[in-house]
């Protein structure tokens, strides 16, 4: 049995790799380009190659962790997101018999700006007892930019708003496709734009650069 992520992945990195082999791109090169590129599909390539890159870094420190420590410290989405992630789906043979594989799933074309809200409850660790403790439900907010997170903010009763952003904070973010996370099959999940903009601003965020402006403000 496959994870649904696996056989998304696969799809997109088969699609673009018909173009492009970024193989032997270093992390800074594809960082640059995603940054500063107007060349749409070299830059979906590009976040492809550098999100594939960020699961397998993430995968390996969670195998790594000290025995002592808890996951949720290096949580960067609320559990019923990485649960969905981690679904098992049907097996590569079976998609292929029933006509259901990957390339018939739904991906966010480029440009494509979505923003979603839900809860999000941390542990705790509790000092010298080795144990958790749910925190108060706080909440988990998205932006996705086509197919992957742009922006992320996490707010929690009587914690510090924390904003992070694609380009300098991409190690201390989700780092799932939006097909990926099922956020688009959650009822109640997807907000309105100016209610993302209200609380990120609110919260001492910048505004976005959307990557599909980039040619307007350069030309």
């Not at 173009?19 to 640059?32: F, G, P, T, V």
């Not at 995968?59 to 000290?66: E, I």
């Amino acid at each position: 049995v496959l994870k649904r992520s696996s056989l998304v992945t696969a799809h997109r990195e088969a699609a673009a790799n018909k173009k492009y082999d970024l193989s032997k791109w270093k992390y800074a090169e594809l960082r640059d380009t995603i940054n500063t590129s107007c060349d749409i599909e070299l830059l979906e390539a590009c976040k492809e190659e550098f999100h594939r890159r960020l699961k397998v870094y993430h995968a390996w420190k969670a195998r790594n962790r000290r025995k002592d420590s808890t996951f949720d410290e290096n949580m960067r989405a609320p559990s019923s997101i990485l649960k969905e992630a981690s679904r098992p789906t049907m097996s590569s043979s079976s998609a292929a018999n029933s006509g259901a594989g990957a390339g018939n799933r739904k991906i966010a074309p480029a440009g494509t700006q979505r923003y979603f809200r839900i809860p999000f409850i941390r542990q705790q660790s509790v000092e010298g007892e080795g144990a958790t403790v749910p925190q108060n439900k706080g909440w988990w907010f998205a932006h996705f930019d086509g197919e992957w997170i742009c922006r992320q903010m996490e707010l929690h009763p009587g914690r510090t708003p924390v904003l992070l952003v694609a380009g300098k904070d991409d190690m201390q973010m989700c780092e799932l496709s939006l097909e990926e996370t099922g956020l688009t099959r959650k009822r109640g999940a997807e907000i309105l734009p100016q209610e993302f903009e209200k609380e990120w601003a609110q919260n001492g965020g910048e505004p976005y650069n959307k990557s599909m402006d980039r040619k307007r403000y350069i030309n």
